[in-house]
C-alpha cells in the first residue's frame, strides 16, 4: 500500500510542478510587466524526459486553467500547451544524450512557435494584428529562464522520479 501511494505520488510531480509554475507565471510580478511563460518550459522539459507522466489530457486542462485565470480566449493556451508537449515529444530524439545548448536551441525554436500560436489566435479572435511586443518580450523572457526552469525540474526529477523510471 504504501509502496503504491509512493510510486502514485513520484508520478504527480510533472504534473504539480506543471500547475505551480503556470501559477507562478500568472502572478503579476511588476505591474503589467511581461513574465516568461514558466508551464510551457516545465511541459516541454516534462515531455522530453518523462512523457509518460505528461498526458495530453492534463495538458490541455493546464492551458484552459491558464485561459481562464488569465482571461485570455478560451482554448487558445491549451493549444499552445499541446503543441508544446506535442512538438517536445517528436523532438526527443534530438535532444536525449546531447549537450544542454542542443536542447535549448530546440526550446527556443518549440517556443517560438507557441509564441507565434498564441499571438495568431488572440490577433484572430480579437479580429486584429495585435501588436508583437509583449509576445515577443514574453518569449524572450521563457527562453532565457530555461536553464533555471530546467535545473530545478532536473534536481526534481532526480530526487522524485530516478527510483521510479
Known amino acids: 500500500m504504501l509502496a503504491r501511494l509512493d510510486r502514485a505520488a513520484r508520478a504527480a510531480v510533472p504534473a504539480a510542478s506543471i500547475v505551480a509554475l503556470l501559477l507562478i507565471s500568472l502572478v503579476p510580478w511588476i505591474g503589467d510587466r511581461a513574465a516568461p511563460a514558466l508551464a510551457v518550459a516545465a511541459v516541454h522539459y516534462w515531455a522530453g524526459r518523462r ?3 505528461v498526458p495530453a489530457p492534463f495538458v490541455f486542462l493546464v492551458g484552459l486553467t491558464h485561459d481562464s485565470v488569465a482571461d485570455a480566449p478560451f482554448g487558445l493556451m491549451a493549444l499552445v500547451y499541446l503543441f508544446v508537449l506535442g512538438a517536445a515529444r517528436s523532438q526527443r530524439f534530438l535532444v536525449v544524450g546531447q549537450p544542454f545548448a542542443a536542447g535549448w536551441a530546440i526550446f527556443a525554436l518549440i517556443a517560438s512557435g507557441a ?6 489566435g488572440a490577433s484572430f479572435y480579437y479580429g486584429a494584428a495585435l501588436s508583437v511586443g509583449a509576445p ?6 521563457t ?3 530555461y536553464p533555471v526552469v530546467a535545473a530545478a525540474l532536473a534536481v526534481l526529477d532526480t530526487a522524485a522520479l530516478k527510483g521510479s523510471a
Not at 509564441?115 to 495568431?120: G, L, T
Not at 515577443?136 to 523572457?141: K, Y
Open 115 to 120: 509564441s507565434a500560436i498564441a499571438w495568431a
Open 136 to 141: 515577443a518580450a514574453v518569449l524572450l523572457l
Open 143 to 145: 527562453v532565457l529562464t
Open 51 to 53: 512523457p509518460d507522466l
